[in-house]
C-alpha cells in the first residue's frame, strides 16, 4: 500500500461519537434560544444524529446522557438506533441537576447522599446491559467554593469508595471512563480536577477504568497534547470529549478556536498508537446560537481534518531531523503536514465510500432541517435538564 492509501484507509476507519445532548436545546446560564426542529425526545435525538452519520459516515455512535434521555424501555431506543444506521455509545452520568448534590454527589459528606449518587451510576450500567454500550463515562461537579468548607482527603476517601463499587458492577467489556476539570461548578476545589487526580484513581481501580481527557477542562495555555502523550504511554487514555474554548468550558465546535492544537493532539494520538486502540472519540459540544446539525457535521470533518493532517506527518523525516538535532527542520517537517490542505484527500476518501464528497452541502440539499421545523411541532423541546 502507498503511504497515501494507508492514510486513506485510516480515515476510512475513524469514527468520532456524537453527544445527544448537543441536538437539543442549550445556552448559558443568561438565555437558552430555541431553535426550530429540535427533538423532544431522545428518539428524534437519535434520528438526527443519524443524518450526521448519513452524511459524513463517520459518527456511528450516540453518547446518551441520564437523565436527560431518560426512556422506558432502552433495548427499544437500541433499536430505533440501529434502524437509523445508528449505535448508542457511552452512557453519561448526570449527579449534578438535583437538589441533593448542592455540597457534592459521591463525594458528600452525608452517607445518604452518596449512597444516591453510586446508586445512580450503577443505574447507568444496567442502561449500559440494555445498550450494549461499552462505557460508562462520569463526570463529577463535586468540590468546594470555600476553604475549611469539607475535607479535600475524607472527598478523596468518599470518591475512591464509591468508584470502586461501580467499578466492582463493569461487565466484561465494560469501562469506565473517569473525566476531570478544572473548575465550576465548584470554585475552591474540585474533586477531580485535573488529569493526575483521575489517573490515580483509575491506577488504583484497574484496567477498566480510564481517563477522559475533555479539551476544555484545562488551565489556559496547558500543554493537552503532552497528558495526551503521557495517558497514551500509561495506556489509560480512554477518550475524548471534544470541543474548542476561548476563555473556559465554551462547549464550542471543536477545531473552531484552535485547529493548530487539534492537530497536535491528534499528532500524539497518532504516534502513541491511540489511533488504532480503544481511545473513544467523542464531541462534547453545545450549538447556542448555531444551527445544530450542521455544526456537529461540520465538528465532525473538523476532526477529520486534524486526523489527516496528523496521519501526514512524515514520521522518517521527523525522527531523522530529531536524532540530528535539528530543531527547525523537524518542526518544519510538522508544520508541513499542518500546512497542507487535506480537504480534497478528505473528498477523495468520501467518494470512495460512496459519499457525498461535500457533507455540509449534501445534508442542505437533503431538506431534513426544513422537515423537521415542519413535523416536529407541538410536545416540549429537549434541552440541558429535559
Ligand atoms: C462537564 C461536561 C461533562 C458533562 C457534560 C454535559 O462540563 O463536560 O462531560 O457530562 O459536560
Ligand atoms: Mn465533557
Ligand atoms: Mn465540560
Known amino acids: 500500500m502507498t503511504e497515501l492509501a494507508a492514510v486513506k484507509a485510516a480515515l476510512k476507519t475513524q ?41 459524513t459516515g463517520a459518527a456511528p455512535t450516540v453518547a446518551l446522557h ?37 455540597l457534592g454527589s459521591i463525594c458528600h459528606p452525608d452517607a445518604t447522599v452518596r449512597r444516591k449518587a453510586v446508586d445512580h451510576l450503577l443505574e447507568c450500567v444496567d442502561i449500559m446491559d440494555a445498550t450494549g454500550s461499552r462505557d460508562l463515562k462520569l463526570w463529577f461537579a463535586d468540590g468546594t467554593n470555600y476553604p475549611g468548607q469539607d475535607d479535600i482527603r475524607s472527598r478523596q476517601d468518599r470518591l475512591a469508595e464509591g468508584l470502586a463499587e461501580v467499578y466492582e458492577r463493569l461487565g466484561e467489556g465494560q ?15 474540585t474533586d477531580v480536577p485535573d488529569w493526575g487526580t483521575a489517573y490515580a484513581h483509575c491506577l488504583k481501580l484497574g484496567e477498566k477504568a480510564q481517563v477522559v481527557v475533555d479539551t476544555g477542562h484545562h488551565a489556559p495555555g496547558t500543554n493537552i497534547e503532552f497528558i495526551v502523550a503521557t495517558l497514551l504511554r500509561e495506556g489509560k487514555l480512554g477518550g475524548f470529549d471534544f470541543n474548542s474554548r476561548f476563555y473556559a468550558d465554551d462547549d464550542l465546535m471543536v477545531g473552531a478556536a484552535d485547529p493548530f492544537q487539534l492537530f497536535r493532539i491528534m499528532y500524539e494520538v497518532v504516534r502513541g498508537g491511540g489511533f488504532t486502540s480503544d481511545v473513544a472519540f467523542m464531541l462534547d459540544q453545545c450549538h447556542n446560537i448555531e444551527a445544530k446539525i450542521p455544526a456537529i457535521i461540520r465538528s465532525v470533518m473538523n476532526v477529520q481534518e486534524a486526523t489527516a493532517k496528523a496521519l501526514l506527518v512524515d514520521g522518517s523525516a521527523l525522527a531523522e531531523a530529531q536524532a540530528a538535532g535539528d530543531v527547525l527542520e523537524a518542526n518544519a517537517v510538522l508544520m508541513d503536514a499542518y500546512n497542507t490542505d487535506v480537504r480534497p484527500l478528505l473528498r477523495e476518501v468520501r467518494e470512495e465510500s460512496g459519499l457525498d464528497p ?17 413535523e416536529r411541532v407541538g410536545g416540549e423541546q429537549a434541552g440541558w435538564g429535559a
Do not use: C
Open 15 to 55: 469514527a468520532v461519537e456524537t453527544p445527544s445532548w448537543a441536538y437539543g436545546n442549550s445556552g448559558t446560564r443568561f438565555k437558552v434560544f430555541a431553535q426550530a426542529g429540535v427533538p423532544r425526545d431522545p428518539f428524534e435525538k437519535l434520528d438526527d444524529a443519524a443524518k450526521v452519520h448519513e452524511f
Open 66 to 102: 441520564i437523565p436527560w434521555d431518560r426512556v422506558e424501555d432502552y433495548a427499544a431506543l437500541g433499536a430505533h438506533a440501529e434502524k437509523r444506521g445508528v449505535r448508542i455509545g457511552a452512557i453519561n452520568s448526570n449527579t449534578f441537576q438535583d437538589d441533593d448534590y448542592k
Open 175 to 189: 469501562r469506565m471512563l473517569l473525566e476531570y476539570k478544572l473548575f465550576e461548578p465548584a470554585f475552591y476545589t
Open 358 to 374: 461535500e457533507p455540509m452541502k449534501a445534508y442542505r440539499a437533503s431538506g431534513w432541517g426544513e422537515k423537521v421545523v415542519a
